[in-house]
């Protein structure tokens, strides 16, 4: 992003001042002024509403005075392509409830924040159909209807990259591409439940068990999600395969202050009385993995009713009634084993079940997983060290107690949600001689909190990763292309950060082969 040339003195052209374009608060701050006088290294500038202010000149950056006042719906026709500039077409759009916009091929999605149906009616879809890209406004069908035809027409795979910050609206992005994709590819009149039908009510099942209220957004995955939609070759969805990956399982035992564990939890706690009674759950302020924070209620979220839409959700996917008592027995016996506490047991460095109310929700949990007490305990409390002479079983004390039971939820859980997603995928169907696929990646975007973990660390490597792709596609390749073709351009400069991500890379294998 290159700063305004001091040559502006003078020159009563239009800035936009962007001396944070993202403030604390989430909020796009810039100030739309002209320069009336420079100051050694300052302008002072009268802004849009007749304020004069003080800026450093490294901050102001040219406005484009030939936009028209409701920007422009592609990016490339900007004649300053500088951030400030960006996000300020993209407001002038947005305040007219454009929230699409392209640069080049890339659609550029501002959340709404409320319902707009009329975007995403069958009547839009049928606008969509077919038409030339580029032809109507930016729209995420557009997206969907080039990708339909390039598999139809040119008889390859296409992928469609979903991404941007928590709460940026990806999950809900995604889930339109393929509401749209089961329009185009959809199989009308046909008996029992489609693919396509099944593929959108696994959203549901997923949410449920992968989703969970946080900070940024009351209903935020936390896992990645590559969607892939094999299609015949008379352009029918014919299979469907759901991959994901990296569930945030430190979320099943630790959750903090104004956040939520993941929906299931709260849901199975409003379920009907006779669900309730049988897990032996009740209030969730009750269970020490949901009471660390004090939320247990999202706005605008019926727990109860979400309990009954998930269930019918599952009868859709294929999930039967045996296989959903064993799933939710699970969910709420992960509830009684944190409620199990020890406290020092009567060897050195050994512990025991700390009391009664301990001794019953252990009970209650060994019951649910319909596995021996006794042995369960035991896994708690003991550690077994496998040596070649044999196994040596070692006591744990209290601490290292509850991070065993914490360590057993957490595997748990991750294993039931990979499960799940196994289940769904067993009951959709994959088409071993589909033609061709749509894949759309929804994945998590960058995370940077005030302490960080490894997760955090997984998900900002995925994210540059993915980034060198786009820089790959972007600028290399195309820079390439004109040296090629020996056109006269000049070089965009771009931080290439490749030589950090193989490092990473290379000390993780590095971890995994050594098993450190
Ligand atoms: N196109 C849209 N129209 C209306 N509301 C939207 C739209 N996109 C997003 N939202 C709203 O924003 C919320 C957050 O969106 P979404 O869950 O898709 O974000 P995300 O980027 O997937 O976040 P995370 O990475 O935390 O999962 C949604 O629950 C919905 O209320």
Request: net charge negative; glycine share 6%; hydrophobic share 40%.
């Amino acid at each position: 992003m290159a700063s305004a040339p001091t040559t502006i003195k003078g020159t009563p052209v239009n800035i936009i001042v962007g001396t944070h374009v993202w403030a604390e608060d989430n909020e796009v701050a810039w100030i739309d002024g002209e320069v009336v006088e420079i100051k050694g290294t300052e302008a002072v500038i009268v802004t849009t509403d007749g304020k004069t202010i003080v800026a450093a000149i490294s901050s102001i950056y040219p406005k484009d005075m030939e936009a028209p006042r409701a920007g422009v719906d592609d990016m490339t026709k900007l004649a300053y392509l500088h951030e400030p500039g960006v996000l300020y077409n993209l407001a002038s759009r947005f305040a007219l409830n454009e929230i699409y916009t392209y640069t080049g091929n890339i659609l550029i999605a501002v959340n709404p924040f409320r319902r707009l149906p009329h975007l995403y009616d069958v009547h839009m879809m049928e606008q969509y159909k077919g038409a030339v890209f580029g032809e109507l406004s930016p729209h995420l069908f557009a997206v969907a209807d080039a990708c339909y035809r390039a598999i139809i027409n040119e008889h390859g795979s296409q992928s469609i990259l979903v991404s941007g910050e928590s709460g940026a609206g990806k999950t809900e992005t995604t889930k339109m591409l393929m509401r749209y994709l089961a329009f185009m590819g959809g199989r009308s009149g046909t008996e029992g439940r489609t693919v396509e039908q099944q593929v959108l009510e696994s959203n549901p099942v997923l949410e449920a068990f992968g989703n969970s209220k946080t900070v940024k957004n009351n209903n935020s995955s936390r896992f990645g999600k590559f969607v892939e939609i094999q299609f015949d070759k008379h352009g029918k969805i014919s299979g469907a395969a759901v991959r994901t990956y990296l569930l945030e399982r430190s979320r099943v035992c630790q959750v903090s202050d104004p956040e939520r564990n993941y929906h299931c939890f709260y849901m199975l706690c409003a379920a009907p009385p006779e669900d309730v009674k049988k897990f032996k759950l009740g209030d969730p302020r009750t269970f020490h993995y949901l009471n660390q924070s004090n939320c247990y209620e999202v706005a605008n979220v019926d727990d109860a009713r979400e309990y009954l839409g998930t269930r019918n959700a599952m009868d859709v996917v294929g999930i039967n009634q045996d296989e959903q008592e064993a799933i939710f027995r699970i969910v709420a016996a992960i509830l009684h084993m944190g409620n199990v506490e020890f406290v020092k047991g009567n060897e050195i460095d050994s512990s025991k079940i700390k009391d009664d109310t301990s001794c019953y929700h252990l009970k209650t949990a060994a019951e649910l997983l319909m596995c021996d007490e006794k042995a369960m305990e035991d896994s708690l409390c003991k550690r077994v060290i496998v040596t070649p002479d044999g196994s040596i079983t070692k006591p744990l004390d209290p601490e290292a107690a509850v991070t065993s039971r914490d360590a057993f939820a957490k595997t748990l859980y991750s294993r039931l949600f990979d499960w799940i997603v196994d289940k769904i995928n067993s009951s959709i169907g994959q088409d071993p001689n589909a033609k061709s696929i749509i894949g759309v990646l929804d994945i998590y975007g960058f995370e940077s909190f005030k302490v960080n973990s490894f997760e955090q660390l997984c998900i900002n490597l995925t994210n540059e990763k993915l980034q060198q792709h786009f820089n790959q596609h972007v600028f290399k390749m195309e820079q390439e292309e004109y040296t090629k073709d020996e056109i006269n351009w000049s070089y965009v400069e771009f931080v290439d950060n490749q030589d950090v991500l193989d490092l990473i890379e290379k000390v993780v294998t590095n971890l995994i082969v050594t098993g450190s």
